[in-house]
């Protein structure tokens, strides 16, 4: 084994990773610096500084990344709609680069030989931790514990925790419970009941979200404003895009928006079924097309949709930080010049509807679709040298056929 003298862990202070903090410093008998990032996963992360130094951490950062989370990477991914397989808004894949980069820059900073993440060998977060390191420093070693050790089940992992008295909470001892990931776009919940796909949630696992038929039976109407294609504003009040976010996830979780029972493919190759709630982004992207309709010229809006599940895919499979994805942002940013006005949406029973949009920059002529007598002059004539232009090639390929 490569001698290694310092680790940098990415450390949540929940049992897999407080069982992991223990494994490194016994296997690697070296110092190991814990990470743990805030992007709004809604819990309270002292206690994963308590865990850390009853396990002898000396240092142990706690960041805050809120605020960098949403501003560099949701809202990038926002401009370009990104969908993956046309319905993930991809909540845990874009926070995976994110906390990556932060532990290459603090393990250059302590001189750190390598990095340890507690992502499964089944999972994509392997893939995206490892990927970004790849582009971001390729000197530094990843350590994937769950690749390299001899732990195969659950009981096995409580019999380590117990043998290194590694304290379990009392609801962890029982049957696995379901794997959930949260930050501040989404959350997600797989495992137990729902790694069968024929069988329906139980509505106890959704946190965010009202079920859509217990929500007000009375819509609440919002407005978002729009600078170069990120949102600014609620209801006319400016906000950072980490509070913005917040407040949306707030308003749609009050109405059941942004729910999501998605069998999906993984980069790695199986099936895997979760549930995501995402309140705050299932708006944002509503208002975000909306917004695009009237300030995007045809082509370009056109051109956008089709790059966008390429774009989406490559971030769920771990490319953040590869040179096609940042090709792809650049044309993506370029087209956001115009993309600034206001957006007027409609919170009803789980949806999220736009019913209004203006715009300072908009495209829109109502002098052009009017069906009355308008001042600018359309010829109709004009439409039927176009119909004959573009039905050529129809004409030759029907005479060709016999038509």
Known sequence: MTKIEKIVLSYSGGLDTSIILKWLQETYGCEVVTFTADLGQGEELEPAQAKAEMAGVKDIRIVDLREEFVSDFVFPMLRANALYEGQYLLGSSIARPLIAKHLVGIAREVGADAI????TGKGNDQLRFELAVNALDPSIKVIAPWRQWNIRSRMQLLEYAEKHRIPVPSDKRGEAPFSIDANLLHTSTEGKSLENPAEVAPDHIYQRTVDPVDAPDGPEIITIGFERGDPVSVNGKAMTPAALLTELNGLGGRHG?????LVENR????K????????GGTILLAAHRGIESITLDRAAAHLKDEIMPRYAELIYNGFWF???REMLQALIDQSQAFVSGEVTLRLYKGSASVISRASPCSLYSADLVTFEESAIAFDYHDAEGFIRLNGLRLRSWAARNGR
């Not at 340890?116 to 992502?119: L, M, N, Q």
């Not at 928006?257 to 029972?261: M, S």
């Not at 895997?272 to 309140?279: F, K, L, N, V």
Request: net charge negative; charged share 20%; no cysteine.
């Open 116 to 119: 340890a993440h507690g992502a």
């Open 272 to 279: 895997s079924r979760g549930i995501y709630e995402t309140p």
């Open 257 to 261: 928006v942004g729910r999501l029972d």
């Open 322 to 324: 590869a040179p096609e």
């Open 267 to 270: 980069f790695i190759g199986m």
